[in-house]
């Protein structure tokens, strides 16, 4: 499957870290709110072309009608999780990266808390207010950090 993981412990994400490390040899983290705030405005402009509330609904939704949809879906158990990488990626410091405002919420780290930055596939981005609503399926995306080396 290429979904995808939600719903991970604090503990469970650092036990992903650690092994992807040790795997690769390489260091990576959670973003940080830095990151995390400067991908939440990608999200917040990108939301109504990738997979959130706004999507599914095929046009411009209204705070009132994202609630009536949400109950809707609820009801009748929706689940509007894709496959990842299926719309276009962002483009962000000349990277391409998929899934960035949709699909999955994602966990970032300030001080030793885990907070949420972004859209899942159910939430409603409201184009007048960028600010984070509450999501329920909530991911990780990490950063790798480069090594410069010097001679």
Do not use: C
């Amino acid at each position: 499957w290429n979904h995808p993981v939600v719903d991970l412990s604090q503990d469970q994400i650092q036990n992903y870290i650690q092994w992807i490390r040790e795997l690769t040899g390489d260091q990576y983290r959670l973003p940080n709110s830095k990151e995390a705030m400067k991908w939440h405005n990608i999200a917040h402009s990108a939301a109504s072309k990738q997979n959130t509330l706004n999507y599914s609904a095929g046009y411009s939704l209204t705070r009132d009608d994202a609630m009536l949809l949400k109950e809707k879906l609820a009801a009748e158990e929706v689940a509007l999780i894709k496959e990842v990488g299926s719309f276009p990626p962002q483009k962000m410091g000349g990277h391409e990266i998929f899934d960035v405002s949709g699909n999955v919420a994602e966990y970032y780290l300030e001080g030793d808390d885990l907070k949420v930055y972004g859209y899942d596939a159910h939430s409603y981005a409201d184009p007048f207010d960028p600010t984070f609503n509450e999501s329920k399926m909530i991911g990780i995306r990490l950063v790798k950090e480069w090594r410069f080396y010097t001679n």
